[in-house]
């Protein structure tokens, strides 16, 4: 077995994701096309019992150093599906041997061709998903062993046996989760994390002039009441909790997506207690994944919807509230009387004018799987559900 320096590989990863002092999001893309949602994403046909064997010592190894024996097994099984386990490794090692090893194991078990100008996890994980290979036996728990050695707060994620959350897509954005109570999103995340923004101070219109006329806001109005979320703001924070005519609102902005959304958190069943929505640090498919703070269930970004604990149990599926994407000066003439978020959030912040700094100019920095070179790199399109979903 070859021991591996973990507390490393995570250093070098978060740096890779970080963009000077700024907390980075988890980030892009807006014209990715989406997998075949009507393949299954796991089989029904048991592993060999050697190779399930095998991925089960390989993950007990993550504290003692890499089973190589165990990959050897793998790959000599032929099984494709646990390519993704293989892959999976990968977010968390430095390139060395025991990296060009795994990568070597899963194009044995692939078509997968390593380019020497990709780094391994990306390459190999967006193959993985352009394949559409199913998901190896009991992944959810295989994968949720290695993600909680690396962030035990992960656990809750993982645990729920029924949970809709496709395991196959799921993985580290490089930052901690924000588990900050209500109130509190003035103190430093622990560990590190993308910070949702409580209530955040505002002004007038008039106190709103340090925001160009020509800069994007995200508008929300509510009988009668109007605000702007100014996106560089958002940018930095991506979750605002906050009350807007009387409704309280969370509000999520995927910087991999280039997509706001706004959910009524009293939206929910009797006996509920209203969700407290944060930010994880993982992401689904380049989607930021989001979770209730009370609970730990994980909600669906980008449809209110509770996907695993007790929330999905209990059928959570939040009211969408409409949010305008729209520049300043254009929001404020429709809405005169609006308020903005103050300058320095209330919290006594500075913000860049271009906090992202260019970072996805040059295409999704996360797995997507095949991107649609039909539109340039992050065009913005507008989505339609129809009736028929």
């Known amino acids: 077995m070859i021991r591996m320096a973990w507390g490393a590989a995570l250093v070098l990863v978060v740096a890779g994701c970080s963009s000077g002092s700024e907390p980075l999001s988890e980030s892009t893309t807006t014209t990715a096309p989406p997998p075949d949602t009507t393949t299954t994403t796991t089989t029904t046909m048991p592993a060999d019992a050697d190779t399930a064997a095998a991925a089960e010592r390989l993950v007990a190894s993550i504290d003692t150093g ?6 050897a097994t793998i790959e000599a099984s032929g099984d494709a599906r646990y390519a993704w386990l293989l892959s999976d490794f990968l977010r968390f090692l430095i390139p060395g041997d025991v990296s060009d090893t795994i990568v070597a194991a899963i194009e ?3 078509d997968f061709k390593m380019d020497p100008f990709q780094t391994a996890w990306g390459a190999t994980t967006n193959h993985l998903i352009a394949e559409d290979i199913p998901a190896p036996p009991d992944f959810q728990s295989l994968k949720g062993a290695l993600f909680t050695f690396i962030e035990p707060r992960w ?11 496709d395991y196959r897509y799921l993985n580290w954005g490089g930052v901690r989760p924000d588990d900050r109570p209500a109130g ?7 560990g590190g994390c993308i910070p949702s923004l409580d209530d955040p101070a505002v002004t007038d219109a008039a106190g709103g002039d340090w925001y160009p006329d020509d800069r994007i806001i995200f508008g929300v109005s ?6 702007a979320y100014p996106k560089n703001i958002m940018e930095v924070h991506e979750m605002v909790i906050d009350t807007v005519g009387g409704v309280r609102i969370g509000m999520p902005y995927c910087t ?7 959910y009524d958190l009293d939206s929910v069943p009797d006996g509920v207690e209203r969700p407290l929505l944060r930010t994880s640090g993982l992401l689904s498919r380049s989607n930021k994944v989001m979770y209730d703070l009370n609970t730990w269930s994980v909600f669906d970004t980008f449809t209110g919807e509770a996907v695993s604990g007790p929330l999905r149990e209990a059928g959570v599926e939040l009211e969408m509230v409409s949010v305008v994407v729209s520049t300043w000066g254009a929001w404020k003439e429709e809405h005169p009387n609006t308020t903005i978020v103050a300058e320095d959030g209330g919290i006594g912040r500075q913000y860049a004018e271009d906090p992202l700094r260019g970072r996805d100019d040059d295409g999704p ?6 991107v649609d070179e039909r539109l340039p790199v992050q065009a913005q399109v507008l989505g339609v559900e129809l009736p028929d979903g």
Not at 66 to 71: F, N, T, Y
Not at 184 to 190: A, I, N
Not at 222 to 227: G, T, V
Request: net charge negative; with cysteine.
């Open 66 to 71: 890499i089973d190589l024996e165990a990959v």
């Open 365 to 370: 920095i996360f797995p997507i799987g095949d």
């Open 256 to 262: 991999l997506c280039g997509s706001a959304q706004a």
């Open 108 to 110: 044995s078990l692939t």
């Open 184 to 190: 509190e999103t003035d103190v430093p995340c622990r």
């Open 222 to 227: 509510i009988d009668d009441e109007a605000r």
């Open 155 to 165: 656990a809750p994620f993982f645990e729920d046996p029924d949970a809709a959350i």
